[in-house]
């Protein structure tokens, strides 16, 4: 899922704060029945450790301290880290923050490893094993949202606070602007991107396409500055909202390719360490554990994003654990080829040995070569990418072309259907979408191979090589 | 179709041709069948009943069609709706079938009732509902069955078969508070984006399913011979415990019982035919 950090999805994710309160006592509710509660002086005793401590509130389901809770939390984050190798001691980490309790927890959590490999380092004789390095990169969108310059300077200084305490080790802040790291190189990004985004008539299909541009704009700054690792905080609630509204917008068939802990479609590879834990939780460990968010960047999602949001709180409110079952759910589907870290790229001893490991199991899955949306990166579904194929050799004009490349969803939701407007759309777009299509649109001949399996080229491969070209 | 405005007689040929496509191109019917059309008097199954006779008239299906209803026997709660199907019947020329569940199981609702009490009888009536249509076409020798599910039935179906953690399952009857909000949902939709309901469908039948994923199996019921994944089908564990005068038997746990194997979707054509359940209804919902 390429969207950025916590704060997408709505309802399901409690922002913090003001609703707390509420939620707590449906907590407390659920928690009596639950924990092993002494009344005596009021206060618990936790059902895990069997520690006494006062009752806090709110308070973590199931009655746990506060210690297990964090434990628990945590436990879902290394575990995903670790089950799915996203981080290797050569590593350098780029943690996206957008200021949400998500991507709040995301980066505590990730400092919390550093330290903890720092620790090991120091205390080993031959110092084998390097740390891992972190960043952590901020995309300013003042321009093309409500919140006032102002505000999002004032946040910056905060977050530039936020990231100079999880030190040592030191890390670095980058913060992106939208528009000049979208519209590299041209003065007028500001003009370019509200251009743009005007030309996109359907209120989902902007949302959308925004976050594409987070997700370009985290990944120029991770290249620029020689990261191999993007961390994302998308928690259950995001995941389980973008299923639902994947699959109302027709994307059924790219649905997995969004929903795992690792997205290799980039140049550099994406990964979801909370893909495991609820939003509810993560608000809740902000704010016990005091970890500073900022709320007024909250994006609101709108359209159907923010129906979905909306539904899936309506749902979450009669069963807490609709969300997990959503993922779940969507855990059933195939993923992709690419839904793993890059076997190349990790040269270090112990990735070699989980290579080995892993080999037995790689040789039977077939190479699928997928030819993905220009636009939001989705693989094509195979009618599309038919349809694709006849287009390209009836000659199409430039239009038709990066049309049909587009995939079904962006097609009706995202690509203008004036012609004098798809102009204008094509004409202002950021220059790796079109590269995209461009180069396969030349590459005509070797590509229309491509669509069907046993070609060695892949779509992934295709796409990373246009990015890196373009940085 | 949907998004341009058309004039009420291009519209009719419109939607019966569409619906001529899906009949053709799916091959759903053979000359000489004898075809029950599921009739509830609701708009659905209302315009099946013209279109499916009209088309059979207009392309000569050779189709030996008929009315079929179910009479649940709740007094004065079917009267209206069998009103309707009798002023079809006369106004489309097909005969018409009515099956009451006195024929089927032996019992009706009112009785069924009086046994076990107002609580729980819902669960009677959706078990007792999922076959009889399937039930009252085999007691009429008829070869298809066709119902009206529509495009927004289907949509309904994949998206609470999310919701609960079934996406290769189709079919366990379960009225829950989340079904409720699945129509509102869709409903608000439609008046967002009215093409959702079929993007949603899209969605359903491009998922990626692993042949690894495990489909519920399919087998009879050695009492009845109705499909059922268990030794018994529901209706019969049901019907057991009315006779034994035990009603509590096979209620709850409603788990272990398994609809028909299926696709998640079947496509947004208008007729289904075949062995189609009503499993996506909310109780008390006549609309099949």
New interface residues.
């Given amino acids: 899922m390429a969207c950025n950090g916590s704060s997408s999805c709505q309802s399901g994710c409690f922002a913090g704060g003001d609703e707390e309160p509420e939620n707590g006592e449906i907590h407390i509710d659920r928690m009596s029945s639950l924990s092993v509660s002494t009344p005596k002086d009021g206060r618990t005793s936790c059902p895990k450790c069997g520690e006494e401590t006062a009752p806090q509130n709110p308070s973590p389901d199931g009655g746990l301290c506060l210690a297990c809770f964090r434990a628990s939390l945590f436990g879902k984050f290394k575990l995903a880290v670790t089950a799915n190798s996203m981080i290797s001691p050569s590593d350098n980490v780029l943690v996206a923050f957008s200021g949400g309790p998500s991507s709040r927890v995301a980066l505590q959590f990730v400092h919390e490893m550093q330290c903890k490999a720092q620790k090991n380092f120091d205390a080993s004789r031959d110092r084998a094993l390097p740390v891992f390095g972190v960043g952590v990169a901020f995309i300013d969108e003042s321009s093309v949202s409500s919140i006032t310059s102002d505000e999002v300077r004032e946040a910056i200084r905060e977050i530039g606070v936020i990231v100079l305490e999880l030190a040592p080790p030191v890390k670095e802040l980058h913060v992106g602007v939208l528009e000049s790291s979208c519209f590299a190189g041209s003065d007028d990004g500001r003009e370019r991107l509200s251009g743009l985004l005007g030309t996109i008539g ?1 209120v ?1 299909g902007r949302d959308d396409f925004m976050r594409h541009l987070r997700m370009l704009s985290l990944q120029k700054i991770a290249l620029e500055n020689g990261y191999n690792r993007l961390v994302l905080g998308s928690c259950t609630s995001n995941i389980a909202c973008h ?2 509204s ?8 790219s ?2 390719a969004d929903v795992q802990y690792v997205d290799g479609r980039w140049e550099v590879p994406v990964v979801f360490p909370l893909r495991d834990c609820p939003s509810r939780e993560l608000s809740l460990l902000c704010q016990l554990d005091g970890l500073k968010t900022q709320r007024f960047l909250d994006r609101p999602s709108s ?2 994003n923010g ?1 979905v949001s909306s ?1 899936l709180a ?2 979450q409110e ?2 807490p654990s ?1 969300e997990r ?2 993922v ?3 855990e ?3 993923p992709f080829s690419f839904n793993k870290i890059p076997e190349t790229e990790s040269n270090d001893i112990l990735a070699a040995r989980r290579r080995r490991r892993a080999q037995s199991a790689k040789r039977e899955e077939s190479i699928h070569s997928e030819v993905l949306c220009p636009v939001c990166s989705s693989p094509l ?1 195979l009618s599309e990418s038919q349809s694709l194929k006849t287009v390209l050799s009836s000659c199409p004009t430039r239009d038709e072309a990066f049309a049909a490349h587009c995939c ?2 962006c097609n ?1 939701q995202i690509l203008p259907n004036e012609s004098l407007k798809f102009s204008d759309f094509y004409s202002l777009l950021p220059q790796p979408m079109m590269e995209r299509a461009k180069d396969i649109a030349s590459a005509n001949q070797a590509w229309l191979r491509m669509i069907y399996p046993g070609v060695q080229l892949s779509g992934k491969h295709l796409q990373r090589q246009l990015v890196s070209q373009w940085f | 179709m949907g998004c341009h405005k058309i004039c009420r007689e291009c519209f009719y040929s419109v939607f019966e041709e569409e619906i001529h496509r899906a009949i053709v191109d799916n091959n759903l019917f053979k000359p000489g069948e004898r075809v029950a059309i599921g009739a509830s008097g609701g708009k659905d199954s209302t315009v099946l009943a013209y279109v499916l006779s009209e088309l059979n008239r207009r392309h000569n299906y050779g189709l030996d069609l008929f009315l079929l209803s179910v009479d649940e026997g709740i007094t004065g709660y079917r009267d209206d709706s069998l009103e309707t199907v009798k002023r079809n019947e006369v106004q489309y020329g097909l005969p018409l079938k009515i099956v009451s569940y006195k024929d089927l199981y032996g019992w009706t609702m009112d009785e069924i009732v009086k046994a076990i009490g107002l609580k729980n009888n819902c669960t009677f009536c959706g078990v007792f509902r999922r076959q009889a249509l399937d039930r009252g076409a085999a007691l009429l020798r008829a070869e298809k069955l066709v119902t009206g599910h529509n495009a927004d039935d289907i949509a309904e179906t ?2 609470l ?8 399952r189709h079919g366990i009857y379960s009225p829950n ?2 079904r409720g ?1 699945a129509r509102e ?1 869709i409903k ?2 439609e008046r ?2 009215p ?2 309901i ?3 469908i ?9 042949t690894l ?1 495990k489909m519920p199996e399919q087998g009879t019921c050695e009492r009845c011979g109705y499909i059922s994944s268990q030794k018994w089908c529901k209706a019969c564990v049901l019907l057991e415990g009315l006779n034994r005068g035990l009603p509590k038997l096979g209620i709850g746990r409603a788990r272990a019982v398994k609809g028909p194997k299926k696709d998640v979707v079947r496509g947004h054509t208008r007729p289904e035919t075949q062995r189609s359940s009503l499993e996506s209804k909310q109780c008390g919902s006549l609309d099949f």
């Fill in positions: 359907d989902t299923v639902i994947a699959t109302v917008k027709g994307q059924g068939y649905l997995p359209g159907i129906l539904f309506r749902l009669e069963n609709r079952t959503i779940r759910t969507a059933k589907l195939t579904d079904h969803s009706l | 994949v998206l078969n999310i919701l609960r953690g079934d996406i290769a508070a989340y909000f949902f608000d939709l967002i984006r093409r959702a079929l993007d949603i899209r969605s359903g039948e491009n998922f990626r399913i692993s994923t």
